[in-house]
């Protein structure tokens, strides 16, 4: 199952989750306003939550906690809600004050992930800031240019630091995501990383003759793999595939700021005598991969079983 599956699949599981936890806090509102609501109503919500929770604790215990710690904060406006619209009902106050410790549990479930000691060793964190660190399905990666400039007509070399946050194989793959006119490079570039494992992606990029200046070069990157247990920190930031113009103008329109997302390399191309403007792309060269941290099976089992 590929990323945009994946997301998709699982913004539907938040979705459904989210719509189950109104249709309660609705409920719990005409209960409180003695007007009892339908019992298959609230049965089926309460059966879409626990199965949208039981999913993602299956998935990612990060995950679940981040989801569960949303729906009992909608649980817990819910019920205040109820106490300001009907006064200090009982059964408002307790399932308000109870929402309340579980919003604050998953809360510290979550930090805890972020800040505790690290299962394993953490190869991104020893190179880059945590700022530069993006993870998307539980892959963790970063990218730079081998250099900031480049002749045109000549290759330069994007590297792709990733690192395998579960106990299962995972393989990264990333692309050119714009600019296939002046720059190019060899299709579905893939890093395999074993479970836990961590590697460098090597991508040449041929550049055209006649391009010139600074150039924002967009990453498109997609993860394939799943199940699994999770072995590693979530130390990252989430990766959100760019805003598109068309949405960004969309949103100034009413009245939003958006900024786009993605994965970026910057550099500038500088004109080559020796390359002529009319020139077509050379072909890039393959794209390579090398495995530079591999746990050893009983630090994983370890991990798991503690």
């Not at 993006?134 to 290759?155: M, P």
């Not at 393989?171 to 460098?200: I, N, Q």
């Not at 003759?209 to 990157?221: I, T, V, W």
């Not at 500038?268 to 393959?286: E, F, H, K, M």
Request: one cysteine or more; glycine letters at 10%; charged letters at 20%.
């Amino acid at each position: 199952m590929d990323t945009d599956k994946r997301r998709r699949g699982y913004a539907a599981v938040w979705l459904l989750a989210s719509i189950a936890v109104l249709v309660l806090t609705i409920g719990g509102i005409l209960w409180a306003m003695r007007h009892p609501p339908n019992a298959l109503w609230m049965g089926g919500a309460v059966a879409v939550a626990a199965a949208c929770l039981a999913i993602e604790a299956r998935r990612d215990r990060i995950e679940f906690s981040r989801l569960a710690g949303v729906l009992a904060a909608f649980a817990t406006l819910g019920a205040g809600l109820v106490v300001l619209l009907v006064g200090a009902h009982p059964a408002a106050i307790a399932a308000a004050g109870l929402s309340a410790i579980a919003t604050g549990a998953c809360g510290w479930s979550v930090w805890r992930h972020q800040h505790g000691p690290e299962p394993l060793r953490n190869v991104l964190r020893e190179q880059v800031d945590d700022s530069d660190i993006q993870e998307l399905d539980g892959v963790q990666f970063t990218a730079w240019c081998s250099s900031a400039e480049v002749l045109a007509g000549e290759e330069i070399e994007i590297r792709v630091l990733a690192q395998n946050g579960f106990d299962t194989e995972r393989r990264l793959e990333v692309e050119l995501a714009d600019r296939r006119d002046l720059f190019s490079s060899a299709k579905s570039p893939t890093l395999v990383l074993p479970g836990g494992a961590a590697g460098v992606l090597t991508i040449p990029i041929a550049v055209h003759p006649g391009a010139r200046g600074a150039h924002r070069l967009g990453l498109a990157p997609k993860v394939h793999g799943r199940g699994g247990v999770r072995v590693r920190r979530w130390r990252a930031v989430e990766f959100s595939p760019p805003v598109r113009s068309g949405l960004r103008v969309a949103a100034l329109f009413a009245g939003m700021l958006v900024w786009g997302g993605g994965l970026h390399v910057s550099i500038r191309v500088q004109p080559n005598r020796n390359a002529g403007r009319g020139s077509q792309l050379d072909t890039p060269a393959t794209p390579t991969q090398e495995l530079v941290y591999q746990p050893h099976p009983t630090e994983l089992a370890a991990w798991i079983q503690g």
